[in-house]
């Protein structure tokens, strides 16, 4: 890599890793202050295989569409395709994030595991009681369990709740690779970054708390009980791998050190800050998508509810909250004016 490349590829990526620099010195002095464990690999692996995977099958999609064309040499058709989407161009800029993302994820980890260190566990009484009070005094899962609390629905829920991860990962993928907007482009990855730091951890931290599924081990507190009781009697007709999540993150919470996806952490919920990013980020490429990520994000709000991984308000907080991050992050970037808002001016 020349230092053209190099220059292209620290200008693309500055502010996203400006940011992961201030949040990894952050998490270092937190660490060493509180006594909590850091693994910066602990999601080397996992990154890996979800990157082979990936440049696995969209080369295949791209040789499988070049050999229908029936060229009369196959493999310099292959590359020529690579080159006209601008692959060494896209590898310089997107490598570098793909490199760093496993060691943020990691360090985030770490400090997620360090919550209850830090600040104890204390906020989940008054996260119950404010939801009671947006909700007109009743736990805001039994509002839709009529409806919602259906067996096949709430294993549809739990389907869409698991496919957030490789939502989320795909998504991140397409950005971090793409060249067609730079400013949008850092946009999205800062305000990525920064939902996991604000609401992961400093909101995490403020407002420590476990959410319904863990109130009876953490406070021996049978508010949720019910709820928990119905999601394991359809465990035994439908599946639903949210108990199995829970269990594994409880036994975890018993062990010393960071694990692959460990942490307990209610308020704000993250799958609702990263599906609402998504949906912000989706709004652009027209109706089908538009709508797709507006209603995935509205699953993953009822799935952490009705599968107890949180309070609904954890999931509005996260609404509300995502979207500032999101003009922030622009701001961030060097942006005036966010480019949605530009094609609807037009």
């Known amino acids: 890599m020349g230092f053209n490349d190099s220059w292209k590829s620290w200008h693309s990526n500055r502010h996203f890793l400006l940011v992961v620099l201030l949040y990894a010195l952050a998490a270092v002095i937190a660490s060493a202050h509180w006594h909590i464990s850091v693994d910066i690999q ?23 569409r070049v050999m229908l064309e029936r060229p009369p040499r196959l493999y310099p058709a292959i590359r020529d395709r690579l080159l006209i989407h601008k692959l060494p161009e896209r590898l310089i800029i997107g490598l570098p994030v793909m490199l760093v993302l496993p060691i943020f994820f990691s360090l985030f980890t770490s400090m997620k595991d360090g919550i209850s ?21 009743i736990d805001a899962w039994r509002i839709l369990d009529k409806f919602v609390g259906i067996g096949f629905f709430i294993f549809s829920l739990n ?14 993928f397409c950005v971090t690779f793409t060249i067609e907007n730079e400013r949008t482009r850092s946009q999205y990855l800062v305000a990525f970054v920064l939902i996991w730091i604000i609401l992961g951890n400093v909101a995490a931290v403020l407002f420590s708390s476990v959410g319904p599924a863990f109130v009876m081990s953490f406070y ?27 269990r594994l993150l409880l036994a975890n919470a018993g062990l010393h050190g960071p694990r692959l996806g460990s942490g307990i952490s209610a308020f704000p919920s993250l799958h609702v800050a990263v599906a609402t990013l998504n949906a912000i980020y989706l709004w652009r490429f027209g109706a089908l998508l538009r709508w797709l990520g507006v209603a995935f994000l509205i699953a993953i709000q009822l799935g952490s509810v009705h599968l107890g991984w949180h309070y609904a308000v954890d999931g509005y907080a996260s609404m509300l909250a995502t979207p500032v991050i999101w003009i922030f992050a622009g701001w961030l970037s060097g942006l005036r004016r966010l480019p949605a808002t530009a094609n609807a001016a037009g």
Do not use: C
């Open 220 to 246: 021996n507190d049978s508010t949720f009980l019910p709820l928990m009781n119905s999601l394991q009697a359809i465990n035994k007709v439908y599946p639903v791998w949210a108990l199995d999540a829970q």
């Open 42 to 64: 602990i999601y080397s692996d996992a990154f890996l295989l979800f990157g082979f995977g990936v440049t696995v099958i969209l080369f295949a999609i791209i040789s499988v």
């Open 159 to 172: 389907f869409l709740y698991n496919l957030w991860f490789i939502v989320m990962l795909t998504i991140l």
């Open 117 to 137: 260190r830090i600040v104890p566990f204390y906020a989940d009484k008054y996260l119950i009681e404010l939801d009671r009070g947006i909700h007109s005094g």
